[in-house]
Nanobody, 127 residues
Framework: QVQLVESGGGLVQPGGSLRLSCAAS????????IGWFRQAPGKEREGLIC????????YYADSVKGRFTISRDNAKNTVYLQMNSLKPEDTAVYYC????????????????????WGQGTQVTVSS
């Protein structure tokens, strides 16, 4: 069972930035596309963005385009989510997950296209 561990969440003021990290132990992420999802209280889980094994990004949520970017550092076996210009509506638990399509990001970003859901990391945007 692959386990991904998210970190880097916290409390940030509106307009601020955070960088989330997604790491795996005993498993190499290089070959796989990795996605980021989030779930706010009382809302459905939402796909945000995905990075393929060749570093191509696919956005699933228009609300984060121009503010969030995804990257990977294969030497560190880590995928990052850089979040800028954060808004209160970005408050949620954020999850990184592995694409069941292997190296490719799916088109629609459905959560059923991804696996290895972890505990997530809480991001709270508030003044």
């Amino acid at each position: 069972q692959v386990q991904l561990v998210e970190s880097g969440g916290g409390l940030v003021q509106p307009g601020g930035s955070l960088r989330l990290s997604c790491a795996a132990s005993d498993f190499t992420l290089d070959y796989y596309a990795i996605g980021w999802f989030r779930q706010a209280p009382g809302k459905e889980r939402e796909g945000l963005i995905c990075i393929s094994s060749t570093d191509a990004s696919t956005y699933y949520a228009d609300s984060v385009k121009g503010r969030f970017t995804i990257s990977r550092d294969n030497a560190k076996n880590t995928v990052y989510l850089q979040m800028n210009s954060l808004k209160p509506e970005d408050t949620a638990v954020y999850y990184c997950v592995i694409s069941l399509g292997g190296p490719f990001c799916t088109v629609g970003g459905a959560d059923t296209d991804f696996g290895s859901w972890g505990q997530g990391t809480q991001v709270t945007v508030s003044s």
